[in-house]
């Protein structure tokens, strides 16, 4: 009876969100075969710590995203037998029409034939003309060598794209004596682009020794890929790259670029994943289309000055893939969050691994950054809402901020700073890496202490520092786990990253920050600095938990405006 009553709870929401009736019942039928499997399963996940508006499975182990016909589609690593990594990878599959709220399908891949029989891996989803969504994937085979496949919907009328049909042709690409390729280091297609010649062109994460490829495919059809002769970038001594991405941004404004699109006005970023870090690092640069080679403006992802190549993100976020949304004309960024738990504790959840917050991505005024924000969307879920103007936070203030729920808010504050002619200097010794800056060299500094306990036994900071350095200015925002929870067994980590282009003398310091049970995504410098944390309290949870403003440094700062909303839940799988 609950079931069928839930079910029912479910349509009335459908409607209201202005779902079809006869794409409702679609979905209560998806919905319903899996109550009914769901009701044979005898673990009871513990949602203490469980988001309530960031994307992720029902239940266990959490590719590729794209609107269609109205509709966005996500497709998700998941491991449908734990919450841990396995053999057993399918694609999951969920729809939104708003990228807030999920609904859950059947899976679209599961391994099934002998060149996916361990896993069908990350891959991307390409629209060709016609509005047909191609999806490539890497399979694992028996012998653990990795290939790329295609998989088509079966039926292109069907909006929701349930069921995928993988070529009999399988698999189109695929590593031989002849090709060199690493066999268990040939993986993540990216989405294809069309080049002026008429040749469809994807790129293909691989490794040769310590050395990190792009290796470069062309197809006139899409159904049969040669490797191109050079590929479109590597780096010696960098590792295996994961979850390739290459596309445009435009140099004028904020519109997102269709992945084929080249001209004077455009620009392109490769971004890789590496293996060795677990970090997605990018470059931005001029694609060569004659050659088929991506240029950076800086140096590439050699290991020995990773620190100087910029991030998507500095604290737990891998695996990122964007899309453009031709309908709002952006480009969007999805990102997954793994956990900061120990593998026993995410089996006792019976979930892990989320998925960030959708970001709008576009290039930054100096045409040097990339700049993230989260799409409009997730402003639908602001509920109650507090503010406060023209506060001065004397160095040592602590100011509790009352009102929201503190464990699901939605923050943005505002800074202005006096006297930076007292601001630390910085020392030309130190290694100007962001992380090592905030774990080692601070020595105070002005923000959000979020998740926080009563006592302040437990909370995450996360906070601005300013040096000084021959009459320039350096912001550093950092995002202190160090004392997020009593458990000890958790990843502690202090996060940090540079707030580039920004100039505390003339200008507020703005933060961003969105929490959510055990998630703290911030946003500094209006989206030029992004730190993602995942924590995990044992006071400091549910109407447990408070919000502060601080000031632990020596300057004098102002906050000039704090807005916060208690934020809803959303409606996800």
Known sequence: MAAMASLHLLATLLLILGYGRSLIAHIIDEASHQTTHSSNNMIIPNHTYRPSFHFLPSKNWMNGPMRYKGMYHLFYQHNPKAAVWDTAIEWGHSISKDLVNWFPLQPALTPNQPYDIKGCWSGSITILPNQKPF?????????????????????????????????PNNPLMKPTLGNKINVTSFRDPTTAWLGHDGFWRVIVGSQENEKGIAILYKSKDFLHWIKAKHPLNSAKKSGMWECPD????????????????????????????????????????TYDTTKDV????????????????????????????????????RRVLWGWINESSVQQDDEKKAWSGIQAIPRTVWLDESGKQLIQWPIAEIEKLRGHHVKLHSKVLKPGTLLQVSGVTAAQADVEI???????????????????????????????????????????????????????????????????????????????????????NVDPAHEELSLRILIDQSVVESFGGKGKACITSRVYPTLAINDKAHLHAFNNGTLHVKITRLSAWSMKKAKVN
């Not at 020995?304 to 891998?318: A, C, I, T």
Request: aromatic content about 14%; hydrophobic content about 35%; charged content about 20%.
């Open 414 to 500: 505002s800074f202005q700073v006096s006297k930076l002619e007292n601001a630390q200097e910085l020392n030309p010794s130190w290694k100007l890496d962001p992380q090592i800056l905030c774990s080692q060299k601070a020595k105070g500094g002005f923000g959000l202490l979020v998740l926080a306990s009563k006592g302040m036994q437990e909370y995450t900071s996360v906070f601005f520092m300013i040096f000084k350095t021959n009459k320039k200015y350096v912001v550093v925002m950092c995002s202190d786990q160090s004392r997020s929870s009593l458990n000890h067994k958790n990843d502690l980590t202090t996060y940090g990253a540079f707030v580039n």
């Open 294 to 329: 991506f240029v950076p403006d800086e140096k590439g992802f050699d290991k020995d000055e990773l620190y100087l190549v910029q991030r998507y993100d500095y604290g737990k976020f891998y695996a990122s893939k964007t899309f453009y949304d031709g309908a709002k004309k």
């Open 135 to 167: 999806i490539l994937y890497t399979g694992i085979d028996h012998n653990n060598h990795q290939t790329q496949n295609l998989a088509i919907p079966k039926n292109l009328s069907d909006p929701l794209l349930r069921e995928w049909v993988k070529l």
């Open 246 to 285: 290459f596309y445009p941004v435009s140099t004028k404004g904020k519109i997102g670029i269709e992945t084929s699109v080249d001209g004077p006005q455009v620009r392109h970023v490769l971004k890789v994943s590496l293996y060795d870090t677990s970090h997605d690092y990018y470059l931005i640069g």
